[in-house]
């Protein structure tokens, strides 16, 4: 007879749900370069209700002919802060945050968002905090810090900016915690719409802005609020939710640090700049990092 000392991480899981992790890190790194580009003619709050607007719209028509679950009282809190926290709060914040910071730095500060996920979701989830959590996550990390670092070198950082995209990270965590125990008996599809609405509902006192920066926004500015609504929100938050609902939070909140360096191979692509060696290292860096928090550890036998 023969016990173990360590069990799994996790099981295996289906092909599907690396499948809405691609899309979802891809959709996700793409949106820190499009609020870049945008942010001249969008003010942050009303680019924030423009984009929530839109990606309600989508997941309300995905919602047509779909299972409605009721709801409990403690699922309706859960939603409700997921909701202003992470569509809210979180998106307010980043385009804030993209006026003055470039994508790349910001992407790094909010990417600190996962540390901060698998500490809380061992701690306030009970999932723990496996050994190769730590391990990737510490690495991950190094590399998300050596991006910053490569990015910021050409000039001075903006201290507010940084203020805002720390809020960014703390609002995104804040909502993961609350949209993982939701995902318990909800359909992710319901949870991802309600919590879509509320954010756009909480953005409503930008409606003014909005309005003006419409007026004044060029048609490309325009179709990249649209963009932002159709696939970084509607598209890659339901393929989020959907993983989410398959493995721990604090895992699946890691392999976000691959987003820092898409971010900085995008803005080469669309903005033509050259990332510069640093930067190059620290995304093979976080693409380790992710790789090591995937490990799953041997069961280690003891004898009887």
Known sequence: MTTTTEKPATARLHPTVFVAIGVTVLAWASAFVVIRGVAPHFDGGALALARLTVGAV????????????????????LVLVFGVAWFGAYNVALNIAEHSLDAGTTAMIVNIGPILIALGAGIFLGEGVPRWLIIGAGVAFVGVVLIGIA?????????????????????????????????????????????????????????????????????????????????PTALAFSTWAYALSKMPAGQLGVTTYVVP????????????????????????VCLVGVALSRRRSRPVAAPE
């Open 58 to 77: 989508l997941l309300g028509l995905l919602m047509i002919g779909r299972r409605w679950v009721r709801m409990t009282g403690r699922e309706w809190l």
């Open 151 to 231: 990015t910021g070198i050409s000039g001075a950082l903006d201290p507010i900016g940084l203020l805002w995209a720390l809020l960014a990270a703390v609002t995104y965590t804040i909502g993961v915690l609350c949209q993982k125990p939701a995902l318990k008996r909800l359909p992710a599809r319901q949870v991802t719409f309600l919590g879509c609405v509320i954010g756009a509902v909480a953005c409503t006192p930008f409606i003014g802005q909005l309005i003006g920066d419409l007026h004044t926004a060029p048609l490309a500015s325009i179709l990249g609020a649209v963009y932002l609504g159709a696939v």
């Open 261 to 284: 360096a898409l971010v900085v191979v995008f803005g080469l692509v669309f903005f033509h700049e050259v990332p510069p060696l640093l930067a190059i290292v620290g995304g093979v």
